[in-house]
Nanobody, 119 residues
Framework: EVQLVESGGGSVQAGGSLSLSCAVSGYPSRRACMGWFRQAPGKEREAVASVDWDGRTTYADSVKGRFTIARDNAKNTLNLQMNSLQPEDTAMYFC?????????????WGQGTQVTVSS
């Protein structure tokens, strides 16, 4: 059974930083595309960042230059460093895994970790 467990969420003031981590078990993440998504109350879930099996990264325009996604294949973890946080970054953040490796079909999801940014 594949499990994804996020950690590192919390509350921070605008301009602050947080680092999220996602621990993967039950599947060798080095073969997968892994991504971070977020969903704010009353809004649809949106993609934040992803890193495919070959290390190629993509970012939502709203987080470019502020967030950095990184994978540690040895530890089977995915991280998201979030800097210069703004109130609009407030959301539940989820990590997800696409076993196919190409960031097209995420079939495994974590339970999420809350990020709250106050102004």
């Amino acid at each position: 059974e594949v499990q994804l467990v996020e950690s590192g969420g919390g509350s921070v003031q605008a301009g602050g930083s947080l680092s999220l981590s996602c621990a993967v078990s039950g599947y060798p993440s080095r073969r997968a595309c892994m991504g971070w998504f977020r969903q704010a109350p009353g809004k649809e879930r949106e993609a934040v960042a992803s890193v495919d099996w070959d290390g190629r990264t993509t970012y939502a325009d709203s987080v470019k230059g502020r967030f950095t996604i990184a994978r540690d294949n040895a530890k089977n973890t995915l991280n998201l460093q979030m800097n210069s946080l703004q109130p609009e970054d407030t959301a539940m953040y989820f990590c997800a895994l696409d076993r196919g490796g190409y960031c097209r079909a995420y079939g495994d999801w974590g339970q999420g970790t809350q990020v709250t940014v106050s102004s």
